[in-house]
């Protein structure tokens, strides 16, 4: 189905991921909107609410506000319940459910039986 969102606010669109409830969309100037069930923080907004229509991610924002072609999202891939940007400087950045350790940030299963990382957290490479 179309996500008239995009048309309606005069955004292009780059390139998509998806992962098991949730999207993410990079447009061509570079900001990235997400939207699905926010459950354990899979939309990287710092929230656990689900978002019914795109909304921007303000963290991510910063990244292109500081110097575009240094920092700007090179590419970006979603699995089950979370996901990663690589900025064009090198640099990894995930959020999401990381039970398993799956977002190369550290933990997995420990005191939390639901470990997740919120927020865009660099993954120290």
């Known amino acids: 189905m179309k996500v008239k969102f995009f048309e309606e606010n005069g955004l292009k669109i780059k ?3 998806a992962g098991l409830y949730h999207c993410n969309a ?5 900001s990235l909107y997400t939207w ?7 939309l990287g907004n710092g929230s656990n609410s689900h978002a019914l229509e795109p909304i921007i991610n303000e963290d991510i924002e910063g ?6 072609e240094l920092l700007g999202i090179k590419t970006m891939k979603s699995a089950d319940e979370y996901s990663g940007i690589l900025l064009n400087d090198g640099t990894l950045h995930t959020w999401g459910k990381n039970d398993r350790g799956q977002m190369g940030t550290g933990a997995g299963v420990g005191i939390e039986m639901v470990e997740c990382e919120n927020m865009p ?5």
């Open 15 to 17: 390139s998509i991921s």
């Open 26 to 30: 990079l447009t061509t100037d570079g």
């Open 36 to 42: 699905g069930r926010g459950l354990n923080g899979v």
């Open 63 to 68: 990244f292109n506000e500081e110097d575009a």
């Open 121 to 125: 957290t660099q993954v120290d490479l």
